[in-house]
C-alpha cells in the first residue's frame, strides 16, 4: 500500500510569485486536507477536498486555493506569496467523508524570500 | 470552537524515565481525540487514537485515555528511548469542526542517553 506522497519537498520562491504544491493520497483514501506549520508551531487547517469539491476551510485567504483530481490527488496553490507565508505544507488523505483518520505525507518546505 | 492544550516543552528526560505529556481539550459534541509524533525534519505520523470516551489507544509502548469527566487525552510511556526524540502533537477532530484536525501547539520531548 502506497502512502501519501508530496512533491516537491522543498522550495524557494520570491514574495510576490505564485506556488503549486502536489499531493498523492494514500491507495483507497478520496479526501485530502492541507494543513500549513509555521516553525515551532502546530499545523494550521488550510481546506479539505472531498470528491473533487472543497468540503470545508480554515481562516486563510483566497490566495490559497485547491484542486482535487478524479485520482483524489490534489494540489495547492498559493498566489502573490507573503514572507509569512514560509512554511512547512502538509497534506492529510482519509477514506471517506469526516471522521476517519487522516494519514499525513513528509511535507513541502518553502521558503518565500 | 474547539481547541486543545498542550503542556509546553521541551521536556527533556533520561532513558528509560516515566513520560507524560498532558493535553485537555475544549469541544462541542463528541470529539476524536489523536496523538502524532513529529521527528526531525519529517511529516506527522499517527501515534495513537481514541474516538469515544474511556477508550484507551495504545501503540509502541505509548498510551492516552480519553477522559470525557476531566476532557484529558495526557500522553504516557512507562520507558522512554533516545529514539522516542521528536515534537508529540494532541489533536482532535470533531463534527463541529467540519472533521479538520485542530492541534495543540506540540511538545517537544529529548531523551538523553
Known amino acids: 500500500e502506497t502512502g501519501v506522497t508530496q512533491s516537491p519537498t522543498h522550495l524557494i520562491k520570491t514574495r510576490g510569485q505564485q506556488v503549486t504544491l502536489r499531493c498523492s493520497s494514500q491507495?483507497?483514501?478520496?479526501?485530502v486536507s492541507w494543513y500549513q506549520q509555521a516553525l515551532g508551531q502546530g499545523p494550521q487547517f488550510i481546506f479539505q477536498?472531498?470528491?473533487?469539491?472543497?468540503?470545508g476551510r480554515g481562516n486563510f485567504p483566497p490566495r490559497f486555493s485547491g484542486l482535487q483530481f478524479p485520482n483524489y490527488s490534489s494540489e495547492l496553490n498559493v498566489n502573490a506569496l507573503e514572507l509569512d507565508d514560509s512554511a512547512l505544507y502538509l497534506c492529510?488523505?482519509?477514506?471517506?467523508?469526516?471522521?476517519?483518520?487522516?494519514?499525513f505525507g513528509p511535507g513541502t518546505r518553502l521558503l518565500v524570500l | 470552537g474547539d481547541s486543545v492544550t498542550q503542556m509546553e516543552g521541551p521536556v527533556t528526560l533520561s532513558e528509560e524515565a516515566f513520560l507524560t505529556i498532558n493535553c485537555t481539550y475544549t469541544?462541542?459534541?463528541?470529539?476524536?481525540l489523536f496523538w502524532y509524533v513529529q521527528y526531525p525534519g519529517e511529516g506527522l505520523q499517527l501515534l495513537l487514537k481514541?474516538?469515544?470516551?474511556?477508550d484507551k489507544g495504545s501503540n509502541k509502548g505509548f498510551e492516552a485515555t480519553y477522559r470525557k469527566e476531566t476532557t484529558s487525552f495526557h500522553l504516557e510511556k512507562g520507558s522512554v528511548q533516545v529514539s522516542d526524540s521528536a515534537v508529540y502533537f494532541c489533536?482532535?477532530?470533531?463534527?463541529?469542526?467540519?472533521?479538520?484536525?485542530?492541534f495543540g501547539k506540540g511538545t517537544s520531548l529529548l531523551v538523553t542517553p
Open positions: 492529510a488523505s482519509s477514506n471517506k467523508q469526516g471522521g476517519e483518520t487522516q494519514y
Open positions: 491507495s483507497g483514501h478520496n479526501t
Open positions: 477536498y472531498y470528491r473533487e469539491e472543497e468540503n
Open positions: 469541544a462541542t459534541g463528541y470529539p476524536s
Open positions: 481514541a474516538t469515544k470516551a474511556d
Open positions: 489533536a482532535l477532530t470533531s463534527s463541529n469542526s467540519g472533521y479538520a484536525l485542530n
